[in-house]
């Protein structure tokens, strides 16, 4: 059963900085790309950042030159250490990772961390 669990999440100063991270189960997971992907109050979801198996990274311009993502697989953990945070970065932010599987796509999702920048 894939598991995500996402941890670090918290109130900030605008100008802070936060290091989330998620913990993976049950798949394998230095063969697959990790995604966050956030959801602000009374918005759709937003694509922030992927990181690929071969270390590979992209950004959302939103957040592009704020954020860097990394993994470490033998731990099975992506991190994303977020920087300059915005008052506009305040959302949920999501783990993500999608599998294919007999040309179906699968998409897991962890229970979220909630990022709250304000003064």
């Known amino acids: 059963e894939v598991q995500l669990v996402e941890s670090g999440g918290g109130l900030v100063q605008p100008g802070g900085s936060l290091r989330l991270s998620c913990a993976a189960s049950?798949?394998?997971?230095?063969?697959?790309?990790m995604s966050w992907v956030r959801q602000a109050p009374g918005k759709g979801l937003e694509w922030v950042s992927t990181?690929?198996?071969?270390?590979?990274?992209t950004y959302a311009d939103s957040v592009k030159g704020r954020f860097t993502i990394s993994r470490e697989n033998a731990k099975k953990m992506v991190i994303p250490q977020m920087d300059s945070l915005k008052p506009e970065d305040t959302a949920v932010y999501y783990c993500?990772?999608?599998?294919?599987?007999?040309?179906?796509?699968?998409?897991?999702w962890g229970q979220g961390t909630q990022v709250t920048v304000s003064s």
């Open positions: 993500n990772v999608r599998q294919r599987i007999d040309l179906k796509s699968y998409d897991y």
């Open positions: 990181i690929y198996n071969d270390g590979k990274t």
């Open positions: 049950g798949f394998t997971f230095s063969s697959y790309a």
